[in-house]
């Protein structure tokens, strides 16, 4: 049975840059406070009307097709991850295949909603497809348009200051070189939590969980009230129940302990140990969780890629962004023990182990 290889790596964001100074004209808050807290300097927002999830993620893959040295009709599968779609439904996949004019072949198209470790899941759906022989040429993106979805108010700027728009796209091909490719990938969830780090409204829910939403993101709302609906009520406006709630400290505390973990039982389960791992790509959630994971590792500065300081979290497109980024400069060569692992929402969590 063949592996996995990365075989072509690309990544866009948008233009526009929005220092956490411009964050200040809309919102308290500082870019002491921003830097101190979460190690975000700036971040990129798509233009309005112009610029989508399906657009960037084109962008991301025409780059990822060409480093492949394959045409666009030579994708058989694509698995778009993101948690801001274009559309409440179809999904971003098929825009994506439209937006790169992949209408000859037909080919399948998933969506992925797994939010900050949608691209590890993507990878270990593809890689499975990849070893099973169904696919050989499968285009997996992460792309995020948080822009146009949180609340630039005061209220929302504990979430608001941390997420920025971007896309990251590989194509994964058959390997039979004896040892490379994909090692590993390790999904983990654990929906207990679901509410801690959620868009709840408008959703299908018709206040059935109303009762899993806990104090800290309780906007003031009664919770006996149905305002679960997939239409939006000027209540749910007014409340902020359509914008992103956090918590933050319970999400922090979560993700330290998880990202070890997982990275822990992939390198167990692959013989190897962290002094192998050449480059470390951990989810860019938030500069002080990636360092704390970085210490509980006893991983040297070289051997960890960190670029949430220039696009802030990008959740589904961080990891393929900042591998891109690492790959480019020269710091992932052929051979090296590549470690992804992310942590975020739902929450869902894992580790994938590449030989590059
Ligand atoms: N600017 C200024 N003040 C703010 C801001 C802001 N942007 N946001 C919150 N504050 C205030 C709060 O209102 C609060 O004020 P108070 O003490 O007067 O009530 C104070 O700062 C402390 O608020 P906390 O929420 O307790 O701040 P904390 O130190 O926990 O930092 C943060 C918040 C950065 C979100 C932190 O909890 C964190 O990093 N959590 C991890 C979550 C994360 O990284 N999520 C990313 C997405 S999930 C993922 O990808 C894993």
């Not at 964001?13 to 919102?27: G, H």
Request: charged residues 20%; aromatic residues 10%.
């Amino acid at each position: 049975m063949s592996g996995t290889r990365i075989a072509g790596i690309g990544f866009h964001v948008p233009e526009r840059v929005v220092t956490n100074e411009e964050l200040t004209r809309w919102m308290d808050t500082t870019d002491e406070w921003i830097v101190e807290r979460t190690g975000i300097h700036e971040r990129r927002y798509v233009k309005k009307f112009e610029e989508t999830p399906a657009t960037l993620a084109a962008q991301a893959a025409a780059i990822a097709i060409e480093r492949a040295g394959i045409t666009k009709d030579d994708i058989d599968f694509i698995i778009f991850a993101t948690l801001s779609p274009d559309y409440f439904f179809p999904g971003c996949g098929v825009l994506l295949q439209r937006e790169l004019g992949i209408t000859k072949t037909e080919c399948g198209a998933l969506d992925i909603r797994n939010q900050c470790s949608g691209f590890i899941y993507g990878l270990s759906v593809a890689d499975q497809f990849i070893k099973s022989g169904m696919y050989k040429n499968i285009l997996l993106v992460g792309a995020e348009v948080h822009s146009m979805g949180l609340d630039f108010s005061t209220r929302g700027r504990n979430v608001s200051v941390i997420f920025g728009d971007g896309a990251g796209a590989v194509v994964l091909q058959p390997t039979d070189k004896p040892g490379q490719g994909v090692l590993n990938t390790k999904l983990h969830s654990n929906g207990t939590y679901a509410e801690k780090l959620a868009l709840i409204s408008p959703g299908s829910h018709s206040g059935y969980h109303n009762r899993h939403i806990p104090e800290a993101v309780d906007y003031g709302y009664d919770h006996n009230t149905d305002l679960g609906g997939t239409f939006v009520t000027q209540k749910m406006l007014d409340d902020g129940l359509c914008f992103p709630t956090m918590d933050g400290q319970f999400v922090f505390k979560m993700a330290i302990q998880k990202f070890p973990e997982v990275i822990q039982e992939a390198l167990h389960q692959a013989g190897l140990q962290v002094s192998d791992i050449n480059m470390f790509i951990p989810h860019q959630a938030n500069l002080r969780i990636s360092q704390m994971v970085q210490r509980l590792l006893r991983l040297p500065d070289e051997r960890i890629w960190n670029n949430i300081q220039k696009y802030g979290n990008t959740t589904a497109a961080s990891i393929p962004i900042a591998l891109c980024e690492a790959w480019e400069a020269g710091k992932v060569k052929e051979g090296d023990l590549v470690a992804l692992a992310a942590f975020g929402s739902g929450f869902t969590w894992g580790a994938a182990l590449i030989r590059w």
